[in-house]
């Protein structure tokens, strides 16, 4: 099946570094999407990614869908405390009504204050 | 708008028990699919139903089954349990249709096989 390679595992970083997370398949997807974590909450979506190249910000995240399909990656700049979580790359495969989410292992972000 | 529910947040149960999950989708959403998440696995697609029939499959034994009704509202059923079984189970919903958009995920419910 598709597998989708997201790295780091995990992140410790001080307020106000800028963050950077991306994931990689050997596999083509026509879309990708980044969630976030926090804990005993389900997945919120942050960015979704329709294009290949599209580069697309939220705030202070900015993720883009590589050139070839098979990659994307997220950065947040000057973290806060609150981006505390773990971030889950997701890929989409297929069309019409077959489709489904593949979903990166996570980005475990933690935030010194 | 009321996002999507899950109950309930929390379950124990014993092994060789069964247990039924419930997911209300946000109104208007006619897709529903659900996830098992664990430390180990990570989020795993069990399948996805729209309008009352399931559209997509993933690679989970036949014990894991679901349902959709007509309101949209989702079921999902899990026969014979096992120690492994026990996870974070979520669903998600979307519009549905061609499966634009992005999905929104309920808060889950968590599972505990002992």
């Known amino acids: 099946g598709q597998q989708l390679n997201q790295s780091p595992q995990s992140m410790f970083i001080q307020e106000g570094e800028d963050v950077s997370m991306n994931c990689t398949s050997s596999?083509?997807?026509?879309?990708w999407l980044w969630y976030k974590q926090e804990p005993g909450e389900g997945p919120v979506l942050l960015i979704a990614l329709y294009k290949a190249g599209e580069l697309t910000s939220n705030g202070r995240l900015t993720a883009q869908f590589g050139i070839t399909r098979k990659d994307s990656f997220l950065n947040i700049s000057a973290s806060i405390p609150s981006d505390v979580g773990i971030y889950f790359c997701?890929?989409?495969?297929?069309?019409?009504?077959?489709?489904?989410?593949?979903f990166g292992k996570g980005t475990l972000l933690t935030v010194n204050p | 708008k009321a996002g999507v529910t899950q109950t309930p947040r929390y379950l124990i149960k014993t092994r060789g028990q069964q247990v039924t999950l419930s997911c209300s989708p946000i109104s208007g959403h006619r897709s529903v699919s659900w996830y098992q998440q664990t430390p180990g696995q990570g989020l795993q697609f069990l399948f996805e139903y729209f309008s009352e029939t399931q559209r997509n499959k993933g690679n989970f034994p036949g014990r894991f089954s679901g349902r959709q009704f007509s309101n949209s509202r989702s079921e999902m059923n899990v026969s014979t349990l096992e120690l492994g079984d026990s996870a974070l189970y979520l669903c998600a919903s979307s519009p549905g249709g061609t499966g634009s958009g992005g999905y929104t995920f309920g808060s889950g419910t968590r599972l505990t096989v002992v």
């Open positions: 596999s083509i997807f026509n879309t």
């Open positions: 997701a890929g989409r495969s297929g069309g019409g009504s077959n489709y489904k989410l593949t």
